[in-house]
């Protein structure tokens, strides 16, 4: 069953601390992406990747971290400097063609306490 | 900078009726559009994919067009059902399909 599977599905934060966000996808695809939601708003770009080890920075990366140590995962390490970090958070891939298709997983929402 | 910009932002209608879900975007180099539905607190489901060379993508009772041009594109459901009730996205991508912009969404709710 092929698919994107985010965990978890909700994650509470204590201010100061960091957290990781599991990102895995058995599509074979190349590109990997993290999108930020806040209420009633599309979704903001935060790293993108389109190859192994390497990533480049969306709109709003700052206080935000990730890796690409492998095809299927790309974790996202949401970090103190992040001011306002509660949110949900979206993972997507996709091949790496410009008409391309975006798939999605179910989101984390993360919640600072 | 693209932006993506969706009329209205919440639409109610009773069961049955026709309607259309508006999407403009800025910039009108882009590779792709693309329609999204999205539930409440799950993610997103792709409902229609329209490469830039296309004008109209369908699927079932949903039709996507897509005018360049104008920096247009809407979303038309026929025959609108409850189950259709949630919100829709569109991103327009001008690099590949997952670096795209996204518009704020329309929430939909229809009345039995």
């Known amino acids: 069953d092929g698919g994107i599977t985010q965990s978890p599905k909700y994650l509470f934060r204590k201010e100061g601390q960091n957290v990781t966000l599991s990102c895995e996808q058995n599509l074979n695809h190349d590109a990997m992406y993290w999108y930020r939601q806040d209420p009633g708003q599309g979704l903001r770009l935060i790293y993108y990747s389109q190859i192994v080890n390497d990533f480049q920075k969306g709109d709003i990366a700052e206080g935000y971290s990730v890796s690409r140590e492998k095809k299927e995962s790309f974790p996202l390490t949401v970090t103190s400097a992040q001011k306002n970090p509660t949110a949900f958070y979206l993972c997507a891939s996709s091949i790496t063609t410009p008409w391309a298709e975006a798939f999605f997983g179910q989101g984390t929402r993360l919640t600072v306490v | 900078k693209q932006e993506v910009t969706q009329i209205p932002a919440a639409l109610s209608v009773p069961e049955g009726e026709n309607l259309v879900l508006n999407c403009s975007f800025t910039d009108s180099a882009i590779y792709n559009l693309q329609w999204f539905r999205q539930d409440p607190g799950k993610g997103l489901t792709s409902l229609l994919l329209i490469q830039s060379s296309q004008r109209e993508q369908t699927s079932g009772r949903l039709n996507a067009s897509l005018d360049k041009s104008s920096g247009r594109s809407t979303l038309y459901i026929a025959a609108s059902q409850p189950g259709d009730s949630a919100t829709y996205l569109c991103?327009?991508?001008?690099?590949?399909?997952?670096?795209?912009?996204f518009g704020d969404g329309t929430t939909l709710t229809v009345k039995p």
């Open positions: 991103a327009v991508s001008d690099t590949n399909a997952g670096k795209s912009t």
